[in-house]
């Protein structure tokens, strides 16, 4: 039997609201700076009641004002809260005593977060590495020191020890990491390559995606480079290389330009952007996002100084499947569309 008093909540998350925040509904804010979280499932906290704004208790409709100070309480301590090792099957490309890269899967998320407990990456990797260090230390957040969005594939290193969390850690803080991505983006590219620079910061109104404040109004500070891989009169195959590492920044980025990544449904490239106004046309772009149901995007290539011998370390990837098909899909149609073939009709 417990000797926990009846009722306890145990506080697993904290916000302090901006000084300059708009009017915005309770569920809407904490959905919108919550990684994994969404209003469903605020809502149904809220309805445990477990949504406290400076002290009490406050339902989802609840506007949000600037310094509040959010809690968001449960019945069980955050640190009963563990990673549960899943013998979930990795696509290591590399590993030794201190790291542990790989590729991941679209679709998969990185980290457990409320309502994503099981089926992520960290519950993949707690079952391979069941006697590494960081697993032991919940303040090492069992080696991550970089991550990528659910629905983006691709290359991830992680530290198995916490000295090389702590020196990977200070790679990617001081930007001396290397990683390219690979993107299939909406549009002709005027120029076969250039720089996006603008800060990127939550959207005013959709706080679960990201805008550009060109001004540096709000936001961190953001470069992303682009180049031309090849064009499909329609698309454009891109190669990116990032600065800094700011969350949907590549996404971000390219719908600031208007060039939205193909199949990105947060950020408008889930449907007909550029082309054609003709019924086989359309059913050419719905049948190719049908083969890539999610932002095409993919963490191709990373670099970085190996933790403890200095050595450099490089790391290629093939596209997925999904994305090398759409490509396909696409290079098909610039083939035929070229020699004049007739997409109108």
């Known amino acids: ?88 099957p990795l696509d290591i490309v590399y590993e030794d005593e201190d790291i542990i890269v790989v590729n991941k899967p679209a679709g998969m998320v990185v980290h457990p977060a ?22 032991s230390d919940p303040n090492l957040r069992a080696g991550m020191v970089h991550r990528i969005d659910k629905d983006t594939s691709g290359l991830l290193v992680i530290a198995k020890t916490p000295q090389a969390h702590v020196d990977l850690a200070s790679q990617f803080k001081a930007h001396t990491t290397r990683r390219t991505y690979w993107a299939l983006a909406w549009g002709n590219f005027k120029q076969d390559s250039g720089t996006v620079t603008g800060h990127i910061g939550r959207h005013p109104k959709n706080r ?9 109004s709000h936001g961190k500070h953001a470069i992303t480079h682009w180049k031309v891989i090849k064009r499909f009169y329609f698309t454009t195959l891109l190669e990116l290389r990032l600065e800094t590492g700011r969350t949907h920044q590549i996404r971000a980025h390219m719908k600031h ?71 396909e899909r696409w290079e098909n149609f610039a083939l035929q569309y070229g020699q004049g073939v007739d997409y109108s009709k």
């Open 208 to 216: 679960q995606i990201m805008h550009v404040y060109p001004d540096g």
């Open 114 to 135: 409320y309502g994503h407990y099981k089926g992520t990456l960290m519950n993949a990797l707690a079952y391979h590495m069941k006697d590494a260090p960081v697993f």
């Open 257 to 327: 330009l208007n060039h939205p990544l193909f199949g990105d449904k947060d950020y408008g490239g889930d449907k007909v952007l550029y082309g054609l106004r003709s019924k086989k046309y359309e059913q050419f772009v719905r049948n190719t996002l049908a083969v890539c149901p999610r932002q095409a995007l993919h963490a191709k290539s990373l670099g970085f100084r190996h933790p403890r011998t200095g050595e450099e370390m490089f790391f290629d990837s093939q596209l997925p499947a999904d994305m090398q098909q759409a490509i």
């Open 1 to 88: 039997m417990s000797d926990k008093p009846e009722n306890t909540l145990y506080e697993h998350y904290k916000l302090i609201v901006d000084p300059g925040q708009k009017p915005i509904r309770l569920d809407a804010y904490i959905a919108g700076h919550l990684d994994g979280w969404t209003r469903s499932q605020v809502l149904k906290v809220a309805k445990q009641g477990g949504i406290f704004v400076n002290g009490h208790a406050e339902k989802p409709s609840y506007k949000v004002r600037p310094n509040d100070v959010i809690s968001i309480m449960f019945p069980e301590p955050k640190e009963e809260w563990e990673i549960v090792p899943q013998d979930i």
